[in-house]
């Protein structure tokens, strides 16, 4: 069966301090991997996606396609980073979510 | 561009009562989602439509129906809401690499 795991319901960290948000999938095929992101009052959007290899807003996110994992990390957070993220993986037209993890950014 | 519109945005409903969610694109995508989001859950498929004309099933379609009206929209029914139907709906659109997201219709039974 085709599952996504976010271990961490809620993470809390200082502002400057590093944050990583852990995801591991078990899917079948080669899944495409995403992290989408929903700040309050905002609608869910894309923040990163595995084989643009870019940074987005500092935050970065290494495939290990070995331990299935898709762990995202920001070296120094930010106030405006408070949100909940979503790992999502894709096959075909179907991208499942795992349940997200709300992370809140303390002056 | 409006891009991905839903509606309507907050609904109250009693138990065994019928209601259809609306939603509508306009980026000329073809595939189409509904996602429930539950606290400690995430954001669960419903019901997906490759391309106009076509739906399939998600993780969750029981007590759900849906209709792809064409390219543009993409509609979600429930024909005898129960109170586990409580929840915030999502309605996305794919384009080239990204899904869009709704804005979201909170809906609760009663």
């Known amino acids: 069966a085709q599952r996504v795991t976010q271990p961490e319901k809620l993470l809390s960290v200082f502002k400057g301090a590093p944050v990583e948000l852990k995801c591991n999938y078990s899917?079948?095929?080669?899944?495409?991997l995403f992290w989408y992101v929903q700040y309050s009052r905002q609608r869910l959007q894309l923040l990163l996606r595995?084989?643009s290899r870019e940074s987005i807003k500092g935050f970065t996110a290494d495939l290990n396609k070995g331990e299935t994992s898709f762990h995202l990390k920001k070296p120094f957070a930010q106030e405006e980073d408070s949100a909940m993220y979503y790992c999502?993986?894709?096959?075909?037209?179907?991208?499942?979510f795992g349940a997200g993890t709300t992370v809140t950014v303390r002056a | 561009n409006a891009g991905v519109t839903q509606t309507p945005k907050f609904q109250v409903l009693k138990t065994g009562q019928s209601m259809t969610l609306q939603c509508a694109q306009d980026m000329n995508h073809n595939s189409m989602y509904w996602y429930r989001q539950d606290p400690g859950m995430g954001l669960r498929l419903i019901y997906y439509s490759a391309s106009e004309g076509t739906t399939d099933k998600g993780e969750v379609p029981n007590g759900y129906n849906v209709s792809r009206l064409n390219k543009r929209e993409f509609s979600l029914r429930l024909e005898s809401a129960a109170p586990s139907q409580t929840s915030v709906y999502f309605c996305?659109?794919?384009?080239?690499?990204?899904?869009?997201f709704g804005e979201g219709s909170r809906l609760t039974v009663l």
């Open positions: 595995h084989i």
């Open positions: 999502a993986p894709s096959n075909d037209y179907k991208l499942s």
């Open positions: 899917y079948s095929g080669s899944p495409e």
């Open positions: 996305a659109s794919k384009g080239p690499g990204e899904l869009f």
